[in-house]
């Protein structure tokens, strides 16, 4: 199964998503990444944020949807956070699709501290939904239990 986690700029949120994921997931299961309008290049808190949790940095990069174009996901979930009024893409045709909304850490203002804390609380946020998603039943569930399941993680 392979998950693409989308944001705007693949640079923070869908990043930290992508990388924690991959931690955690078994064979067979694979995350990716990819942004609307990508900044091309990942913020280096985050990549400090998965070193310190000592999750694998290595392939990460901020990349546009039309990296995967010839090997589409089987299921798409948006990063955006709506709330910030944040417009998040929805491609990939017949790919399940979900939202799980997050607060971009990088738009916190504050100290060093401040904006560490903002990371790694992403961070826990994320491998909370990632384990809930990981210990699905998939092989019970149909397409529509498998999205009401996603919605329900989404809200999380």
Same mark, same amino acid.
């Given at each position: 199964?392979? +998950?693409?986690?989308?944001?705007?700029? #693949?640079?923070?949120?869908?990043?930290?998503?992508?990388?924690?994921?991959?931690?955690?997931?078994?064979?067979?299961?694979?995350?990716?990444?990819? &942004?609307?309008?990508?900044?091309? %290049? !990942?913020?280096?808190?985050?990549?400090?944020?998965?070193?310190?949790?000592?999750?694998?940095?290595?392939?990460?990069?901020?990349?546009? #949807?039309?990296?995967?174009?010839?090997?589409?996901?089987?299921?798409?979930?948006? +990063?955006?956070?709506? $709330?910030?009024?944040?417009?998040?893409? !929805?491609?990939? &045709?017949? $790919?399940?699709?979900?939202?799980? &909304?997050?607060?971009?850490?990088?738009?916190? +203002? &504050?100290?060093?501290? $401040?904006?560490?804390? $903002?990371?790694?609380?992403?961070?826990?946020?994320?491998?909370?939904?990632?384990?809930?998603?990981?210990?699905?039943?998939? #092989?019970?569930?149909?397409?529509?239990?498998? %999205?009401?399941?996603?919605?329900?993680?989404?809200?999380?």
């Amino acid at each position: 199964m392979r +998950v693409l986690f989308m944001c705007t700029a #693949n640079s923070c949120r869908s990043i930290l998503s992508e990388a924690m994921f991959n931690h955690l997931a078994p064979q067979g299961f694979e995350a990716v990444s990819s &942004g609307s309008f990508p900044k091309g %290049k !990942v913020l280096p808190r985050s990549l400090t944020t998965l070193q310190q949790s000592a999750i694998s940095i290595e392939g990460l990069s901020s990349k546009g #949807n039309d990296a995967f174009e010839d090997n589409p996901p089987d299921i798409v979930i948006t +990063v955006c956070d709506k $709330a910030a009024g944040e417009s998040c893409p !929805v491609y990939f &045709g017949p $790919a399940l699709k979900a939202h799980w &909304g997050l607060e971009d850490p990088s738009d916190v +203002v &504050g100290d060093e501290a $401040a904006v560490d804390a $903002a990371f790694r609380a992403t961070l826990v946020h994320i491998e909370q939904r990632c384990r809930a998603f990981l210990a699905l039943p998939f #092989n019970e569930l149909s397409r529509d239990q498998l %999205k009401r399941e996603l919605d329900r993680i989404g809200a999380l």
